[in-house]
């Protein structure tokens, strides 16, 4: 079993930064061998995949509605993956969670559904 918890959310104004952190635990501590994710659910919205990350390369995926402006790293050192940030707008707001894909599966998903492990998740607010 996996856990994640994230933490790192807030509230911050249009055009704002935030880093959110997720750190992983369980049978394994080796990052590279799951596929990593993040989600997030807007108030009224489906879930939707942000960013994720592929175990096999190590080849990032994101949603079109955030390229240029959040990036996804992870530090396997530590068990932590990170989601910064940048340019924050409005429709951004939402619970973003962390979620591990299983390492049977070669590469990531922005799908929800294809993910194994969540965590909490953490809110991030923006303002206008």
């Known amino acids: 079993q996996l856990q994640l918890v994230e933490s790192g959310g807030g509230s911050v104004q249009s055009g704002g930064s935030l880093r959110l952190s997720c750190v992983a635990s369980?049978?394994?501590?080796?990052?590279?061998?799951?596929?990593f994710g993040w989600f997030r659910q807007a108030p009224g919205k489906e879930r939707e995949g942000v960013a994720c990350?592929?175990?096999?390369?190590?080849?990032?995926y994101y949603a079109e509605s955030v390229k240029g402006r959040f990036t996804l790293s992870r530090d396997n050192a530590k068990n932590v993956v990170y989601l910064q940030m940048n340019s924050l707008k409005p429709e951004d707001t939402g619970v973003y969670y962390c979620?591990?894909?299983?390492?049977?599966?070669?590469?990531?998903?922005?799908?929800?559904?294809?993910?194994?492990?969540w965590g909490q998740g953490t809110q991030v607010t923006v303002s206008s």
């Open positions: 979620a591990a894909r299983s390492f049977l599966f070669s590469e990531c998903s922005l799908q929800p559904e294809a993910s194994d492990f």
């Open positions: 990350v592929s175990r096999n390369d190590g080849a990032s």
């Open positions: 369980g049978f394994t501590m080796n990052l590279n061998l799951h596929n």
